[in-house]
T-cell receptor
Framework: NAGVTQTPKFRVLKTGQSMTLLCAQD?????MYWYRQDPGMGLRLIHY???????AKGEVPDGYNVSRLKKQNFLLGLEPAAPSQTSVYFC????????????FGDGTRLSIL | GQNIDQPTEMTATEGAIVQINCTYQ??????LFWYQQHAGEAPTFLSY??LDGLEEKGRFSSFLSRSKGYSYLLLKELQMKDSASYLC??????????WGAGTKLIIKP
């Protein structure tokens, strides 16, 4: 039971470098989400997708791009990376809408120097 | 604006009972979630309330009062493994999920 898998788990980048975070789910979920979590703050939604080929902006989309070419995968890009993007990134998925519990990946810890 | 308030940190003793409160001011209401998040791990689902009242799941119970914009999570017979952050999240009128900052619960022997 893999559930939601995030790759990589840790990464250190230099300012200006590019990075793509991968999220894969094997539960046939329609909805997928990218969040960032910073100390003392709640989860903040970056982008989300309600199905293959669709994406939408969340609360804090600036500096990030996403793609959902396949139903099971949701990619988050930082291009270029900035120190303000140092954070823990979580991917989540649900079968349907926000009435359903979200299933989270283990997170990606990203440091940008 | 939309706002969810939870205490930042709480301390309780192993074997005791603790109540973690969550108050919300959101544009509409379509349900409230509680999640548990151990340090360095992903959040995991605990409960979902959409109607007023208390729902019990083993040692954990969740209460909702929509008229007061208030919920609480009640943890009984506390165990050391319950040390974690507890996140409250509300589904607003646009079916967006609004997250609180979480309450860090410390359990002492």
């Amino acid at each position: 039971n893999a559930g939601v898998t995030q790759t990589p788990k840790f990464r250190v980048l230099k300012t200006g470098q590019s990075m793509t975070l991968l999220c894969a789910q094997d539960m046939n979920h329609e909805y997928m989400y990218w969040y960032r979590q910073d100390p003392g703050m709640g989860l903040r939604l970056i982008h989300y997708s309600v199905g293959e080929g669709t994406t939408a902006k969340g609360e804090v989309p600036d500096g990030y791009n996403v793609s959902r070419l396949k139903k099971q995968n949701f990619l988050l890009g930082l291009e270029p990376a900035a120190p303000s993007q140092t954070s823990v990134y979580f991917c989540a998925s649900t079968y349907g809408d926000n009435y359903q519990p979200q299933h989270f990946g283990d997170g990606t810890r990203l440091s940008i120097l | 604006g939309q706002n969810i308030d939870q205490p930042t940190e709480m301390t309780a003793t192993e074997g005791a009972i603790v109540q973690i409160n969550c108050t919300y001011q959101t544009s509409g209401f379509n349900g409230l979630f509680w999640y548990q998040q151990h340090a360095g791990e992903a959040p995991t689902f605990l409960s979902y309330n959409v109607l007023d009242g208390l729902e019990e799941k083993g040692r954990f119970s969740s209460f909702l009062s929509r008229s007061k914009g208030y919920s609480y999570l009640l943890l009984k017979e506390l165990q050391m493994k319950d040390s974690a952050s507890y996140l409250c999240a509300v589904v607003d009128s646009n079916y967006q999920l609004i997250w609180g900052a979480g309450t860090k619960l410390i359990i002492k022997p």
